[in-house]
């Protein structure tokens, strides 16, 4: 090979390795089909379940049950799958669904770990994993999400402690940490969650009290986590209260 066919060939070479790095990283509504698809192949026993009769590949995605597409960008914005009685894992694929805005999984037995897949999904506003049984630590990926604005992890069988990271979250409005298994002490970043509204903490193992120096920016609360705290402050309410 002389010199100029040895270029040709070393950039030809360049140029088709970018071009199948490119494609891999390509996501599209095939991509989130793919993924709704995995997280339904684990119902399919189940004859009962409205997934395995509705989500059938034979139907456009965007007209499945609880599924919403946006008409701007052609991929899935918004997963509502709430109360379906569904007995499973998140697969991590579903961090591939990357224009998804909420995610609605409330009131089902999901258990298992929440992949920490789901950090790609940069866009989501509204987090709803509610009643389920994930029996492990909150994962601090949370704060990966600079959009998040409503997380509702309530009786989801948490334990450990209330991660810190979850105060990087600054559009945070919602915070439902209600009947978990959570312990320690409420870390005072939380403090630092300029957006957020409502904090709901009780039925947890939190202990001792804690000053939350400078909550929400000017209030000082005081929080006892021994008695029953309903604190509203205009629009902010703090509820916490033992197990
Ligand atoms: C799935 O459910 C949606 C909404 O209820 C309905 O419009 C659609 O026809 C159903 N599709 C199938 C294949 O059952
Ligand atoms: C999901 O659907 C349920 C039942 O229709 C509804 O109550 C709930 O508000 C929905 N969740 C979101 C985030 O819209
Ligand atoms: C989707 O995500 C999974 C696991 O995170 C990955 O292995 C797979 O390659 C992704 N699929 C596509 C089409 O990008
Ligand atoms: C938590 O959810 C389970 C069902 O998943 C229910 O049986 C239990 O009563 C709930 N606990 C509280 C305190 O709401
Ligand atoms: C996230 O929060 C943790 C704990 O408060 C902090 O150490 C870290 O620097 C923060 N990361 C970013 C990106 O703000």
Not at 61 to 82: D, F, K, L, P
């Amino acid at each position: 090979m002389d010199r100029t066919n040895l270029l040709l060939f070393v950039s030809c070479s360049m140029i088709h390795l970018f071009i199948s790095c490119l494609a891999s990283n390509i996501l599209n509504i095939a991509t989130d089909q793919s993924a709704l698809i995995v997280f339904k192949s684990q119902f399919k026993h189940d004859h009962s379940n409205v997934l395995a009769r509705n989500w059938s590949s034979d139907t456009p995605i965007c007209s499945w049950i609880g599924v919403t597409c946006s008409s701007r960008h052609q991929r899935v914005a918004a997963i509502n799958v709430s109360n379906m009685d569904l007995s499973g894992i998140i697969p991590p694929e579903l961090g591939n669904i990357s224009f998804l805005v909420s995610l609605d999984m409330s009131g089902n037995k999901l258990h298992g770990n929440l992949p920490k897949e789901l950090a790609k999904l940069k866009r989501l506003k509204f987090i709803g994993f509610s009643f389920n049984r994930f029996s492990w630590k909150i994962p601090s990926f949370f704060e990966a999400m600079p959009n998040l604005q409503h997380l509702h992890l309530d009786n989801c069988s948490f334990t450990g402690s209330i991660p810190p990271s979850l105060s990087n979250l600054s559009k945070l409005e919602t915070l439902d940490l209600t009947y978990n298994s959570l312990e320690g002490m409420i870390p005072v970043e939380i403090g630092n969650l300029g957006s957020l509204k409502k904090l709901w903490l009780r039925g947890n193992k939190l202990s001792g009290s804690i000053l939350l120096y400078s909550m929400f920016r000017h209030w000082r609360v005081l929080i006892s986590p021994i008695i029953t705290y309903l604190v509203i402050f205009q629009q902010i309410r703090v509820e916490i209260s033992p197990a």
